[in-house]
């Protein structure tokens, strides 16, 4: 078995992983960049059947994507079309990261010395669940003192989240990847980037 049949039988029947291409912009021919100089792209989903050509940027979806939200029979990598999680992937490990404790699933090695660590779930989480433990992680790495909060879960399985400030103070609740929510991580991460800089902090 290669490692595109085992990502596509880690999805349930009626569910597929998706692969995702990253087709760069361009403006008079040449390559469009953000302002850190990452290429600006867009990213056309399709089911892993699809031939993938040399010189092609291509990548997996994390995902377990729901095969009747496809409409028009189109393929669509988006957070509708999905409720579980297959897999997570951790990038960079070895140069811009260190090894993490637990022995990953697969290795990867996706440039020289540079790996991709993936870790194959024997339970799917919901996609709530998942993208608010990423958040809390990301959060307590940042800063130890960050608060993101599961206040309720809905009958889904869904949670939503209540930012706190370092003090305490609520900055805003909301379903996960909701507007709300991201508006509170954004006042926090506001809030916490003006602490450190007035106390001089340098963190990693």
């Given at each position: 078995?290669?490692?595109?049949?085992?990502?596509v039988?880690?999805?349930?029947?009626?569910?597929?992983?998706?692969?995702?291409?990253?087709?760069?912009?361009?403006?008079?021919?040449?390559?469009?960049?953000?302002?850190?100089?990452?290429?600006k792209?867009?990213?056309?989903?399709?089911?892993?059947?699809?031939?993938?050509?040399?010189?092609?940027?291509?990548?997996?979806?994390?995902?377990?994507?729901?095969?009747?939200?496809f409409?028009?029979?189109y393929?669509?990598?988006s957070?509708?079309?999905?409720?579980?999680?297959?897999?997570?992937?951790?990038?960079?490990?070895?140069?811009?990261?260190?090894?993490p404790?637990?022995?990953?699933?697969?290795k990867?090695?996706?440039s020289?010395?540079n790996?991709?660590?993936?870790?194959?779930?024997?339970?799917?989480?919901?996609?709530?669940a998942?993208?608010?433990?990423?958040?809390?992680?990301v959060?307590?790495?940042v800063?130890?003192?960050?608060h993101?909060?599961?206040t309720?879960?809905?009958?889904?399985?869904?949670?939503?989240?209540?930012?706190?400030?370092r003090?305490?103070?609520?900055?805003?609740?909301?379903?996960?990847?909701?507007?709300?929510?991201?508006?509170a991580?954004?006042?926090?991460?506001?809030e916490?980037?003006?602490?450190?800089?007035n106390?001089?902090?340098?963190r990693?």
């Amino acid at each position: 078995m290669d490692f595109l049949d085992y990502m596509v039988s880690l999805a349930p029947e009626g569910e597929t992983f998706l692969i995702v291409r990253q087709k760069p912009q361009l403006k008079d021919g040449q390559i469009q960049l953000h302002a850190d100089g990452g290429v600006k792209a867009t990213w056309p989903a399709f089911l892993p059947t699809k031939t993938m050509k040399d010189g092609q940027s291509w990548y997996g979806n994390t995902a377990s994507f729901i095969l009747d939200r496809f409409t028009d029979g189109y393929a669509r990598a988006s957070a509708a079309n999905c409720e579980f999680v297959l897999c997570m992937v951790l990038d960079d490990i070895g140069t811009k990261a260190k090894e993490p404790p637990l022995a990953p699933t697969w290795k990867i090695e996706t440039s020289p010395g540079n790996f991709q660590w993936g870790y194959a779930f024997s339970e799917q989480p919901t996609k709530g669940a998942f993208v608010g433990a990423m958040l809390a992680i990301v959060c307590r790495l940042v800063d130890p003192i960050a608060h993101l909060v599961p206040t309720w879960s809905t009958p889904a399985g869904d949670l939503t989240w209540c930012v706190l400030s370092r003090d305490g103070r609520l900055l805003g609740c909301g379903p996960t990847g909701g507007a709300a929510l991201v508006a509170a991580a954004e006042a926090w991460r506001r809030e916490l980037t003006a602490t450190t800089t007035n106390r001089g902090d340098h963190r990693e």
